[in-house]
């Protein structure tokens, strides 16, 4: 292995020292491996409470995405965790969540001194328009008033060749965005943001989240097509999210609505208004 794909194992002490007062907020647990912590974490949720619980791990077995695909990582060069949290809202109050979840995340990139990392809706993480990491936000055990969600984020640290040709979407990691912290530090970072997050969103919702998500959208104004199920849904201009994360879409037909779908860039047609 390349000296520079060695890196200090994920250390929960490290994290704990990090977190200074906050990390009495978690617990937290690192696996050397795991089938998928998001998988373990509803695995424990379904047998007693996951508030605050985190199940991190250096490589993960069945990683999983969104709609279904599996989640490619670098062992030992990979961020993979998953974080437990009992929502005091009904399941159908959480519209937005996994965008809000994504703002703290760039937010505590941005903490660590990496700038410019961007959001592509709904909560990819952008660097130079290649995929730096990913959100699964999952619901278990829906109550009356309260609901367990499982937040699983995956960031790239260092990727080794294989790991990005295992990939089909450009991929990038935390190197070539010049950051050679530890994993220790960066798990530290992202719970400091999400712990704050969380709370507003419970109260606020994801509104007072619109502004920074828009602000660091990659494909803001941008033309773009929605797909959903391999198949194109349609095609306009990226201009807005609504205050329940839906995307807004500037159709010929007008603005048109989404609440789930995956984008791509449109390539500019010579004549065709910016
Ligand atoms: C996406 O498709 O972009 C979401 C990827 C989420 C991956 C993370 S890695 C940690 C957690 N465990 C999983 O199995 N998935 C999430």
Redesign the pocket.
């Known amino acids: 292995m390349p000296a520079s794909f060695v890196s200090s194992p994920l250390d929960a002490g490290r994290v704990v020292a990090s977190l200074g007062p906050l990390a009495s907020r978690y617990r937290i647990e690192v696996h050397p491996a795991i089938d998928?912590?998001?998988?373990e974490l509803k695995r424990r949720g379904a047998a007693g409470p996951i508030d605050g619980l985190v199940i991190a791990a250096e490589t993960?077995t069945a990683?999983?995405?969104?709609h279904g695909?599996s989640?490619v990582d670098q062992p030992g060069g990979s961020l993979?965790?998953?974080l437990g949290w009992q929502a005091p809202v009904a399941a159908g109050s959480l519209p937005g969540l996994s965008l809000a979840v994504g703002v703290a995340a760039c937010l505590a990139l941005e903490r660590l001194g990496i700038a410019r990392t961007q959001l592509k809706w709904p909560n990819?993480l952008i660097f130079r328009h290649c995929k730096l990491g990913?959100?699964?936000v999952e619901t278990v055990n829906p109550r009356p008033d309260s609901v367990d969600v499982v937040i699983?984020?995956?960031i790239n640290v260092r990727l080794e060749d294989a790991a990005r040709d295992a990939v089909s979407a450009p991929v990038t990691d935390l190197q070539a965005a010049g950051w050679s912290g530890s994993r220790s530090e960066l798990l530290a970072a992202v719970l400091s943001e999400l712990g704050p997050t969380l709370e507003r969103f419970a109260r606020e919702g994801f509104h007072p989240f619109r502004a920074a998500w828009l602000a660091r959208h990659a494909f803001q104004h941008r033309n773009v097509t929605i797909w959903s199920s391999g198949r194109e849904i349609a095609a306009g201009r990226a201009t807005n999210i609504d205050d329940d994360g839906a995307l807004l879409l500037e159709t010929p037909t007008g603005i048109r609505r989404f609440v789930s779908g995956e984008l791509t860039l449109r390539p500019d047609r010579a004549g065709e208004p910016g």
Do not use: A, M, Y
């Open positions: 998928s912590t998001s998988t993960q990683g999983r995405g969104r695909r989640w993979l965790f998953s990819d990913g959100i699964l699983g984020i995956g």
